[in-house]
């Protein structure tokens, strides 16, 4: 998915300050309300925070150069990672909200006029945190949204959010866009709780923010799941080191191609290419030493590139394919 153009670490440091100060503020309010449904929260921004360290911690370790033991590199790192985020959304951030929603919804307390009486307790605190929070929320957001856009060009959002190779930057921006949502159905929860003096409300908001984490989380587990198991070029670059291949001199067509992304950022490519049967091996190998410079400048995240050369163009092994 990356172009060269959004920056992970940007994105994900700008999230992690603005998940830590959130998540103390909402265990503030939480503890001050009672409120179910802004401990969810505090929940939320706390597993939020977590999962941007283990997106740090991926970028960290994806950097690291090839040994005996990964001669491809760890560039998969920045897709491990992910997924151990997605499971931390369904599990800390989305199943304890439901569960505390639950508890709160079968055992609710009574609601006294005086549990919100001033702004330093009550639910009259959560409010207050989590508009802040909201201000916070956006702040992260807007800088997840403006490298998101630089990165997806001119593919359309929901393409650039789940059709791409890098999921960095996307899973940030959701898991914001996720947290406004929470936010706003937290507030909407407790500010009825005060109107309607019913803390069931209160629970039902709870719930409402767990479901919300929990349907993020499978969209971006089935997302990363698929770049885990191995996807290959996107049908962009597919079709750019294609014709890169077919436009050499020398060869006559392109029998077949296998690529990999090995990360968000480095792929691999094989491929067999018909070369003009009269060629001595010292012209095949200059004829292939041409179209591996072709397709590395075509597409540049191709870090390893391997040609089989083949006179007769013929494929034993089936129909082209990427």
């Known amino acids: 998915m990356s ?28 503890y001050l309300s009672g409120s179910a449904a ?12 977590g999962n941007q360290i283990l997106l740090l911690v991926g970028l960290v370790r994806a950097a690291r150069p090839e040994d005996a033991r990964h001669p491809f590199g760890h560039a998969a790192e920045r897709y491990f990672w992910p997924f ?13 909200s439901i569960a505390e929603g639950w508890h709160h919804l079968t055992h609710p307390h009574p609601v006294r006029a005086g549990d919100f009486g001033t702004w330093r307790e009550g639910p009259l605190s959560s409010l207050a945190v989590l508009g802040l929070s909201v201000l916070l929320e956006s702040y992260s957001c807007a800088v997840a949204f403006r490298e998101f856009n630089r990165e997806r060009g001119v593919r359309s959002f929901v393409g650039a959010l789940f059709e ?27 500010l009825g709780t005060v109107l309607a003096g019913d803390s069931r409300i209160d629970a039902l ?35 750019r080191a294609r014709a890169a291949l077919a436009e050499t001199d020398g060869v006559r067509r392109v029998v077949t191609m296998r690529s990999l992304h090995l990360g968000p950022d480095e ?25 591996e410079l072709a397709v590395r400048a075509s597409v540049p995240i191709l870090k390893y590139v391997y040609l089989e050369p083949d006179s007769d163009g013929d494929d034993p092994t089936g129909p082209s394919s990427a």
């Open 84 to 96: 151990m985020v997605a499971m931390l959304l369904f599990s800390v951030g989305g199943a304890f």
């Open 267 to 291: 792929a691999l490519l094989g491929a067999k290419i018909a070369l003009d049967p009269s060629y001595g091996v010292a012209e095949v190998e200059a004829a292939i030493d041409r179209a």
């Open 3 to 30: 172009h060269g153009g959004g920056d992970p670490r940007r994105v994900v440091r700008a999230a992690l300050a603005a998940n830590l100060a959130i998540a103390a503020a909402k265990f503030v309010a939480a």
């Open 38 to 49: 802004t401990l969810a929260e505090a929940i939320h921004s706390l597993a939020d925070s």
């Open 205 to 239: 908001g709870s719930v409402g923010v767990g479901v919300l984490l929990v349907v993020v989380a499978v969209f971006v587990a089935r997302d990363v799941h698929g770049l885990l198991i191995g996807e290959g070029l996107t049908d962009e670059n597919l079709a």
């Open 164 to 190: 791409g190779r890098d999921p960095m930057i996307p899973l940030v921006l959701l898991e914001d866009l996720a947290a406004l949502a929470g936010l706003t159905m937290a507030f909407a929860a407790v």
